[in-house]
């Protein structure tokens, strides 16, 4: 099969693919958080010690002004607080998820995985692996687009 119908296939598959996707966000909807929100509360499960705007800004490729906002929403909401790793250095601030931003990783955390586990459920775990590492790739390649 010549290259370009190839990747005629691979564009017509990456559209279906793309309202699967569609349709699993929308299943996986919270009214509460919004997307952006959901990006930066998520690596805050990761450490309990809790990270810091920049660091947050850093981890999620973020504008740290856009982070900062988002910490506040989160925070007017109760899902983190900023916790002062000392009192005389206000840089040292480090955002940390409260019990009920805690309660809603976990619960969102399992949705996804149920998710995920009836849309994998009949592929090797080596091939999503592989399909893992394409879409590394895939994302890390510069195509000229705004994301």
């Known amino acids: 099969m010549k290259l370009q119908y190839v990747a005629f296939e691979i564009g017509i598959k990456m559209k279906k693919l793309m309202k699967k996707i569609e349709h699993v966000q929308n299943v996986l909807e919270d009214d509460d958080i919004t997307i952006a929100q959901e990006r930066v509360i998520f690596p805050l499960f990761r450490d309990e010690r809790g990270y810091t705007i920049q660091e947050l800004a850093t981890m999620g490729g973020f504008a ?17 607080r900023r916790d002062k790793v000392s009192e005389n250095q206000d840089r040292n601030i480090k955002i940390v998820l409260t019990e009920k931003g805690k309660q809603f990783v976990e ?3 399992e949705r996804v995985l149920e998710v995920l586990y009836k849309w994998f459920a009949n592929i090797p775990p080596e091939t999503v692996q592989e399909f893992s590492s394409m879409l590394d790739v895939l994302l890390e390649t510069d195509i000229g687009e705004a994301e």
């Open 107 to 109: 619960k969102k955390n």
């Open 64 to 80: 740290k002004s856009l982070v900062s906002r988002t910490i506040t929403d989160l925070e007017s909401k109760g899902y983190v």
